[in-house]
């Protein structure tokens, strides 16, 4: 085939998907110009080298399980604090580990964020709000080390993709632990996240999550719904999401981008052409790009 008539048949591919977009759309709260382009990113700057501490317990000792990160530190000269990471993996609540999240916690190290890459308790076995309280400790934890760990406690930003997303939104949007003295998460990065609960018909990792379906426990899934708890004091979001996604639709992601702007939240939202929920994931890197500057943005400047 010709370079000719390769050309012509992408194009002829391609106008049956226009109305879902041929190349990425980014939107934002703030009125700036849309971003449009898939062109590949620049290398992370500065790019500082790191250290990778696994398998850190982060959970006090009376925790009903043991709970571990990846603790990852750059190597930023002067004695400076940094800005620090949460980092969660997907999953369905269920399943999968901090490996899954290794590239990205990699990835904020080189740019300066102390990085907590973190394992958490899996439903069924442990159900909502449990998840969550893990996510509190591990935040608690950062917050014990800040002195160690040279950590800013005012920009520790939490990174999630599927459920990781939303236990971070959900962090964001509720808050730390109850009673702590300590600030939350400063931003958001979620990807293919699952924002309102409710959107399900009853299946079964979010069934098994919440302990019940949503006539049973329809307060839970309120609860549990991180864009039914946007408020204006909720932290801004960077959303990244596939536009064929069928896992978690992307409706997901407009709704959550749509109840941020109402609630006057900094967000943006990146929608990933031609992508399904794992391949949103597995070939994310220009939405991630753009979610990195968007922290560096929302924490003033880069790192």
């Given at each position: 085939?010709?370079?000719?008539?390769?050309?012509?048949?992408?194009?002829?591919?391609c106008?049956?998907?226009?109305?879902?977009?041929?190349?990425?759309?980014?939107?934002?709260t703030?009125?700036?110009?849309?971003?449009?382009?898939?062109?590949?990113?620049?290398?992370?700057?500065?790019?500082?080298?790191?250290?990778?501490?696994?398998?850190?317990?982060?959970?006090?000792?009376?925790?009903?399980?043991?709970?571990?990160?990846?603790?990852?530190?750059?190597?930023?000269?002067?004695?400076?604090?940094?800005?620090?990471?949460?980092?969660?993996?997907?999953?369905?609540?269920?399943?999968?580990?901090?490996?899954?999240?290794?590239?990205?916690?990699?990835?904020?190290?080189?740019?300066?964020?102390?990085?907590?890459?973190?394992?958490?308790?899996?439903?069924?076995?442990?159900?909502?709000?449990?998840?969550?309280?893990?996510?509190?400790?591990?935040?608690?934890?950062?917050?014990?080390?800040?002195?160690?760990?040279?950590?800013?406690?005012?920009?520790?930003?939490?990174?999630?993709?599927?459920?990781?997303?939303?236990?971070?939104?959900?962090l964001?949007?509720?808050?730390?632990?109850?009673?702590?003295?300590?600030?939350?998460?400063?931003?958001?990065?979620?990807?293919?996240?699952?924002?309102?609960?409710?959107?399900?018909?009853?299946?079964?990792?979010?069934?098994?999550?919440?302990?019940?379906?949503?006539?049973?426990?329809?307060?839970?899934?309120?609860q549990?719904?991180?864009?039914?708890?946007?408020?204006?004091?909720?932290?801004?979001?960077?959303?990244?999401?596939?536009?064929?996604?069928?896992?978690?639709?992307?409706?997901?992601?407009?709704?959550?981008?749509?109840?941020?702007?109402?609630?006057?939240?900094?967000?943006?939202?990146?929608?990933?052409p031609?992508?399904?929920?794992?391949?949103?994931?597995?070939?994310?890197?220009?939405?991630?790009?753009?979610?990195?500057?968007?922290?560096?943005?929302q924490?003033?400047?880069?790192?």
């Open positions: 085939m010709g370079p000719r008539r390769a050309r012509l048949l992408g194009l002829a591919l106008l049956p998907l226009l109305a879902a977009g041929c190349a990425a759309t980014h939107l934002s703030d009125g700036s110009p849309a971003i449009r382009d898939t062109a590949s990113p620049a290398a992370p700057s500065p790019g500082y080298s790191f250290r990778r501490l696994d398998d850190r317990p982060y959970t006090p000792p009376d925790w009903p399980q043991s709970l571990t990160a990846d603790l990852y530190l750059p190597d930023t000269p002067g004695s400076s604090r940094r800005p620090a990471a949460l980092v969660v993996h997907g999953g369905g609540w269920q399943r999968r580990g901090p490996e899954d999240m290794a590239d990205i916690a990699e990835r904020l190290a080189a740019r300066g964020y102390v990085v907590a890459n973190i394992a958490y308790r899996f439903a069924p076995e442990y159900r909502f709000p449990a998840q969550l309280d893990d996510l509190r400790a591990a935040m608690d934890w950062l917050h014990a080390h800040a002195e160690a760990w040279r950590i800013d406690t005012r920009r520790i930003v939490g990174v999630g993709y599927s459920s990781g997303a939303h236990l971070v939104s959900l964001a949007s509720r808050g730390p632990s109850p009673g702590g003295s300590h600030p939350g998460l400063a931003a958001v990065v979620a990807g293919g996240l699952p924002s309102d609960l409710l959107k399900f018909d009853d299946g079964r990792l979010v069934v098994e999550f919440i302990g019940g379906t949503r006539a049973e426990k329809r307060d839970a899934y309120v549990a719904s991180p864009a039914r708890q946007v408020t204006p004091a909720t932290p801004p979001h960077f959303l990244f999401h596939g536009r064929l996604d069928a896992l978690v639709p992307v409706d997901h992601a407009t709704d959550m981008y749509a109840r941020l702007a109402a609630a006057g939240v900094p967000a943006e939202l990146y929608l990933q031609l992508r399904g929920h794992i391949t949103s994931f597995l070939t994310g890197d220009d939405a991630l790009e753009a979610g990195l500057a968007f922290l560096e943005e924490l003033g400047g880069e790192q």
